[in-house]
C-alpha cells in the first residue's frame, strides 16, 4: 500500500484552476506546479500519513 498525503483545500482549489484555465492532464500538470513552485520558492504544504 502507498502512503497518504494530504493536501490542503487551498492547494488541491488552485490546483484545478490552473487545470482548467491551461487545459492539461493531471501528470502534465503536476510537473508544471512543480516548476512553477519551485521557480518561485514557495514550498507545497502537505502532510504524509503513515
Known amino acids: 500500500m ?3 498525503v494530504i493536501f490542503s483545500d487551498t492547494v488541491i482549489e488552485t490546483t484545478l484552476m490552473v487545470k482548467g484555465i491551461f487545459k492539461l492532464p493531471l501528470h502534465g500538470l503536476k510537473g508544471f506546479l512543480n516548476l ?3 521557480l518561485m ?3 507545497l504544504p502537505y ?3 503513515h
Open 2 to 4: 502507498g502512503v497518504g
Open 47 to 49: 502532510i504524509y500519513l
Open 41 to 43: 520558492n514557495v514550498p
Open 36 to 38: 512553477v513552485l519551485a
